[in-house]
């Protein structure tokens, strides 16, 4: 009986793929994509809020009608949801192009430069306390598939995390909506109230409440201390809209 052929190795994926999202081992929420999403959400939602409060600040002690504020606010909102969304996009697509391209010289070292590349991995290992066996041990493993290879690299000499790999699309989308939701907030008050004055007070105790709900909610996936994260948040944001407020009354008294 003849013997079957022996399997060559599969050659090694295109470094894109090193872009991709290692297997989950995780169920947990802050271990996926969505949990890792609440920097876009914190800072969309936070800039929504603070952006929005000092502009109804500034129009309604110039204007007297509460429906031309509110829809000068939904402008408003919509124009800065846009900007934060092309912004994140923007940033987040550099950073990955970015990181692309150091894999890719990462991969170019690998081949033609092996010796140098295995050093590093020796030096990598032994910072981290392996003996000496054990140093050569994980060099030889890790050197014998260049997929392994490129990827332990590209984490432990690079430091890249999936989290700078995630969609610009999605990032963009998302910290757009996030800020949309914390203007809109804000601006619901003024299509109820009477007077632009009460409108506004009951903006200003809406900004502070959903500062403090969303400092308090982002501990769902930070492990933070709820009560600390949620006066931390609501404090740097009630600091962001006074320097706001002073800057704008001392250019109005320089005026």
Not at 85 to 102: I, L, N, P, T, Y
Not at 181 to 188: E, M, Q, S, V
């Amino acid at each position: 009986m003849a013997s079957m052929p022996e399997e060559r190795p599969a050659s090694p994926p295109p470094v894109t793929w090193l872009a991709e999202p290692l297997k989950r081992f995780h169920d947990e929420a802050w271990h996926t994509p969505q949990g890792r999403l609440v920097r876009e959400i914190i800072f969309g939602l936070n800039d929504g809020v603070i952006s929005t409060i000092g502009f109804l600040a500034g129009v309604t002690a110039t204007l007297g009608d509460v429906h031309t504020i509110a829809l000068g606010g939904i402008a408003a909102a919509i124009a800065g949801a846009v900007a934060m969304g092309v912004g994140a996009f923007v940033s987040s697509k550099s950073q990955r192009a970015f990181f692309q391209a150091e894999i890719a010289r990462e991969a170019w070292e690998i081949e033609n430069m092996p010796d140098h590349e295995r050093q590093e991995i020796r030096e990598i290992y032994q910072k981290l306390g392996f003996t000496p066996d054990e140093v050569d041990i994980v060099v030889r493993r890790v050197t014998s598939n260049p997929t392994l290879w490129l990827r332990v690299m590209s984490r432990e000499e690079l430091g890249l995390a999936e989290e700078v790999f995630d969609s610009p699309v999605r990032v963009g989308f998302v910290t757009s909506l996030a800020y949309q939701l914390g203007a809109l907030l804000l601006l619901i008050p003024y299509a109820f109230a009477a007077t632009p004055r009460t409108a506004f007070t009951v903006a200003a105790v809406v900004a502070v409440v959903t500062l403090l709900a969303i400092g308090a909610g982002k501990t769902w996936v930070t492990k933070e201390r709820p009560v600390e994260a949620a006066l931390e948040l609501a404090g740097l944001g009630i600091l962001a809209c006074v320097i706001g407020l002073v800057l704008g009354w001392a250019v109005g008294v320089a005026v």
